[in-house]
Structure formats: structure tokens, C-alpha cells
């Protein structure tokens, strides 16, 4: 008799996540009798809810926050996504019960670049900056995505600056330009800018919005915000406004959910509308004040 495959995502908390609807919606749409779970795990209770993995018949799970950096000491095998990350978004159980640990929010952020200004965006890739606000975990992300994807220069603009210095001298990426910047030079650092992206909770629903100016921004650079709660942000409404093309920050939790849903239940699936539509319909019944997500939630302030 076969066993329905199962997989989830670990959190503290976790009832905000919207990653049940989005894996619900693709196991619905390929007709797989398997189940995607919420799964509320205290930090201290990581290292043992993730040993019981197999056990408790998981082929894997995402890790939000608080437990994507302990993660990486807590697995058997860390892949090279992960380790430049410096945290983990994705784990896999094998069939010999080891844990594979991945990051596919870097994947996730540019895929949902491409997706929304592909023509805009690839233009800009070279010689032209981006500039990334906030300097956490998904600036880290970010800044291992946009080198990959050819950017060779990035500008870090963050209310500590020392924040921001630490996380430009963690670049190690060959040829990589990386500059940091405090609040005060925030609106020089966008001129020239290709690509202006946010990954701070500013601009959240629930947090103080962002006050940056965007007249140094020229007006064909690509604006993108992680945030998606909401789903049009204050910078990305000022932005639209001048002209700029801009890209709301829900892609990114769609299409950094690709490879795991790929590697527990064996279907590649798509981000299309009628995902989209599924996943804000989940989080506008909870309430679009809780829906951080696992992207968002990485954010600090810039």
C-alpha cells in the first residue's frame, strides 16, 4: 500500500504562511493525493522536529522564520545555493533519510523580475547598478541572485550602515562591485540605477513606510518590492506613478516554491494568474495584515 507524500513548512509562527494554499493549489491542479502542512516548531525544537523527518513519513519542508540560519548545521548535506545564502529555505529528505538543504530564494526574486519586466530588466543587466534596500537575509539572497544574473555592481543602502558594510564585505562574489550606504546617501545611490529593489519590511502592512525619494532614479530602472502585503506597496504606487516598470513581491514566494514542490511529489508546476488569484485569495482571508510570508519576513529595516 502506498504512502500519500507529505511535506510542509516549519515556522514560529507559522499560521501566517500562505505556502499551504500555494502547494494545496498545485496538488489540486495535478490531482496528487499528497498534503502540504503548517507546522508550528519553537527554535529550540528544530533539531528534533527535523531528525524526525523521515520518520514521521516527510519527504521535505520549507523553513521560514525564525529557523532558516540554524538550519544549516542542523542537516546532512548543504548545497552551494545555501551556503552563499547563508541560510535555508528548502529541505529535502532522501530515501536513505538524509537532509538535503537548499535556497531558492535568489531563484525565486529573479525569476519574479523576469517574469514581470523581462525586456525592462535584461536590458539593464552589465554595467548599470542595482541598488537593494535592507541589508537581512533576503538582501543576501538578493545580492547572490542579481550577481548570477549579471549584475556586476550593487549598491546597499540600510538605516545602520555597518549593517550594510557587513553584508557588502560577505560578497565574495569575483568581479562583484559592492557598495554600502547609509539613509543619508540613499537617494544619491539610485542615480544611474538599473534595478531598485526593496527586501526591508518597510512599506508593510503593520511597519513604518518607506520615505525615499525617487528623483535620482531614472525612470527606466525596474522597481520591485519583496513585500506583498500589501501587494502594491508605497514605492512600488510612487514608482508606477513617474513611469518606472515595477514588480510587486508575490512572484517571488511563487516561484521559490518550484523546487520543492518538484522534489517531494515529482511534478515541475507553473506560476501562472490562476495561482496567483489562489494564494491572494488565501491571504486576504486571513487577513492581509499577517501575510508576511516566508519571503517578506526576512526583511530588515533599511
Given amino acids: 500500500m502506498s504512502v500519500e507524500p507529505k511535506a510542509g513548512v516549519m515556522g514560529w509562527p507559522v499560521g501566517h504562511s500562505l505556502s499551504p494554499a ?13 498534503s502540504y502542512e503548517a507546522i508550528p516548531v519553537a527554535p529550540e525544537d528544530l533539531p528534533a522536529a527535523l531528525a524526525g523527518l523521515a520518520a514521521d513519513g ?24 545555501a551556503q552563499r545564502i547563508g541560510a535555508v529555505n528548502t529541505i529535502v529528505v532522501g530515501d536513505d533519510g538524509r537532509l ?13 523580475i523576469r517574469a514581470g519586466a523581462a525586456a525592462a530588466l535584461e536590458s539593464r543587466f552589465g554595467d548599470r547598478p542595482a541598488v537593494i534596500l535592507g541589508a537581512g537575509g533576503a538582501a543576501r539572497a538578493a545580492m547572490v541572485g542579481l550577481a548570477d544574473a549579471g549584475v556586476v555592481e550593487i549598491r546597499i543602502v540600510n538605516r545602520t550602515v555597518e549593517r550594510a558594510e557587513a553584508l557588502a564585505a560577505l560578497a565574495g562574489i569575483a568581479g562583484l562591485r559592492v557598495t554600502a550606504h547609509g539613509l543619508a546617501g540613499a537617494e544619491a545611490a539610485l542615480s544611474g ?4 529593489l526593496n527586501t526591508s519590511t518597510l512599506g508593510m502592512t503593520g511597519q513604518p513606510p518607506l520615505e525615499l525619494g525617487l528623483e ?22 510612487a514608482a508606477r506613478a513617474r513611469g518606472n516598470p515595477v514588480v510587486d513581491g508575490l512572484g517571488m514566494l511563487l516561484h521559490q516554491a518550484r ?7 515529482g511534478v ?13 485569495r488565501a491571504r486576504d482571508g486571513q487577513g492581509a495584515g499577517q501575510g508576511a510570508g516566508q519571503n517578506a519576513g526576512q526583511g530588515d529595516d533599511a
Avoid: C, M, Q
Fill in 22 to 34: 500555494l502547494h494545496g493549489h498545485w496538488l489540486a491542479r495535478h490531482g496528487i493525493a499528497g
Fill in 58 to 81: 516527510y519527504r521535505g519542508v520549507n523553513l521560514t522564520v525564525p529557523h532558516k540560519e540554524a538550519a544549516l548545521s542542523l542537516v546532512d548535506d548543504v548545497d552551494e545555493a
Fill in 100 to 112: 538535503t538543504a537548499t535556497n531558492t530564494d535568489a531563484y525565486g526574486l529573479i525569476e519574479n
Fill in 193 to 196: 540605477a538599473g534595478l531598485l
Fill in 216 to 237: 535620482n532614479l531614472p525612470e527606466d530602472a525596474v522597481v520591485n518590492d519583496i513585500v506583498y502585503a500589501p501587494l502594491e506597496t508605497g514605492l512600488l504606487a
Fill in 259 to 265: 523546487a520543492g514542490f518538484r522534489a517531494w511529489f
Fill in 268 to 280: 515541475d508546476p507553473v506560476v501562472d494568474e490562476d495561482l496567483r488569484a489562489a494564494v491572494l
